[in-house]
């Protein structure tokens, strides 16, 4: 699923198999401008992405699947007008008419009209979505609970039988894109734990309802007509095309209209199977990085040590130097290893402040941001990767003692730090990056480490205690 949907859980939200632990674990991130893979979204508002809040969902009648929760009937927590109760129910009203209403423009896309009717035909609203939407979790988890549920032990082993089980396919992608294996296998195991949470609702109904019903329509009136445009071209049949609530699907959970881009026929039997057929997954999955920008033969980043007094205004994604340059700033890697290529770029990241480990990121750190773009979710990809190929868990110690703030403490952080000039958005208890400056700016003031990293004890700072 690799874009992200603006204002949803990236590729908007799409919350499958280890995406539904992390949705659950973190501050979902806001919308990009393409559809995130599954677990894309949901972690970027833990150190990355803007300070916007995620969405809700709509009516009581609707479409939804069988032992399915209902929709709860309620506002969406976003406050878009399209997201009222009210409006909700008149859109869902109206959903027939939408869909027969996309048929001039799935024409222009040389759908036939007999597949139109026949793929569209008893299709009705899960207005459950609309939940899902807009949901606000109260609570989040930290970017090193994040890492233990996803690069765990099980995980790693059905990886390493994934990897020898289709070492043919793996090798034939190598050759032709240079996209690390080790990094497709990542992905496959973190979006879906290796197929086996892959969502099961139909991408179909889903994007069909976001199309007619709620605050992203027209986003998702592409995805609804890309969705049928694989469909009348035979790549896949309808029951191969389910996945999450926002129409991610297959082991590495695409978009349709990230299919559309990057799907390819790895074994020439004339289709583009993503869902069930491996060659074609892992050479698409590659074909998506290579042309995100993917450099062969370099690593995503290093975990490094950064030395106490350190300036952490520098660790910034926009703030890139080479390596030798974070070198003699005292930035090195545990035990003094060396670095293999001073010369390459890359920013500084510090996902736990000052009092964690920090990582110097590299071009292929940012592919995979596209691919899902959270600096969490990257983080995990490329750190399981290096598992997958033999490596060792990180060597400096997470502060586990510290605890996530709720979003009423994220909050009421927002709001002191408004009052006190240093925050000028709108407090929304989520964290992006004017958040992030606004507390190092908060932190100079008061002489600690300007690490933007939100605790108790910045929070009671600010609260004057």
Not at 250 to 261: D, L, N, S
Not at 382 to 402: I, K, N, S, T, Y
């Amino acid at each position: 699923m690799r874009q992200a949907v603006a204002g949803l859980a990236r590729r908007g939200g799409m919350i499958t198999g280890a995406t539904m632990i992390a949705a659950a674990l973190l501050f979902p991130a806001s919308a990009q401008s393409q559809t995130q893979n599954g677990l894309s979204k949901l972690f970027g508002g833990i150190f990355s992405g803007s300070d916007a809040a995620p969405s809700p969902p709509a009516p009581a009648s609707g479409g939804a699947q069988t032992g399915a929760q209902p929709w709860s009937g309620e506002d969406g927590a976003s406050g878009h007008p399209l997201m009222t109760a009210a409006a909700i129910r008149e859109a869902a009203g109206n959903f027939d008419n939408c869909v027969a209403g996309m048929w001039p423009d799935a024409a222009r896309r040389n759908i036939t009209q007999e597949n139109f009717q026949r793929f569209t035909a008893g299709l009705t609203p899960d207005l459950r979505i609309m939940d899902l939407m807009d949901s606000q979790p109260e609570f989040s988890k930290s970017i090193w609970d994040y890492l233990d549920i996803l690069v765990n032990d099980n995980r790693l082993a059905k990886g390493k039988e994934v990897l020898a089980k289709y070492k043919a396919q793996f090798d034939a992608t190598e050759k032709t894109y240079g996209v690390d294996r080790y990094i497709i296998a990542a992905i496959w195991g973190i979006e879906s734990n290796y197929s086996t949470q892959m969502g099961d609702r139909s991408v179909l109904q889903s994007t069909a309802t976001l199309a007619c019903v709620g605050r992203r329509q027209a986003y998702f009136k592409d995805e609804f007509l890309s969705a049928l445009e694989i469909l009348n071209r035979g790549d896949l049949r309808p029951e191969q095309m389910r996945g999450s609530w926002a129409g991610a699907f297959g082991p590495t959970q695409f978009m349709p209209t990230a299919f559309k881009r990057f799907a390819v026929d790895g074994d020439g039997d004339g289709r583009r199977d993503v869902v069930d057929n491996p060659a074609d997954l892992i050479a698409s999955t590659a074909n998506n990085l290579k042309k995100d920008g993917w450099q062969t033969g370099q690593t995503w980043g290093y975990e490094v040590v950064v030395p106490p007094g350190f300036n952490y205004m520098l660790a910034d994604r926009a703030k890139t130097m080479t390596i030798a340059q974070w070198e003699k700033l005292g930035v090195k890697r545990p035990a003094n290893q060396p670095f293999p290529h001073p010369a390459e770029k890359a920013y500084l990241l510090a996902p736990a402040g000052a009092q964690g480990p920090g990582f110097l990121m590299l071009q292929n750190f940012r592919v995979i941001m596209k691919y899902n773009p959270a600096e969490a979710y990257a983080m995990a990809i490329g750190h399981f990767a290096d598992r997958l190929r033999g490596g060792q868990p990180f060597v400096q110690p997470w502060p586990r003692q510290e605890r996530e703030l709720s979003r009423t403490e994220r909050l009421e952080l927002q709001q002191l730090l408004a009052q006190r000039g240093f925050y000028k958005g709108t407090p929304d208890g989520q964290f992006g990056g004017q958040t992030r400056d606004a507390l190092r700016n908060f932190q100079v003031s008061v002489g600690i480490p300007a690490d933007g990293f939100a605790t108790s004890d910045v929070l009671d700072r600010l609260r004057g205690r």
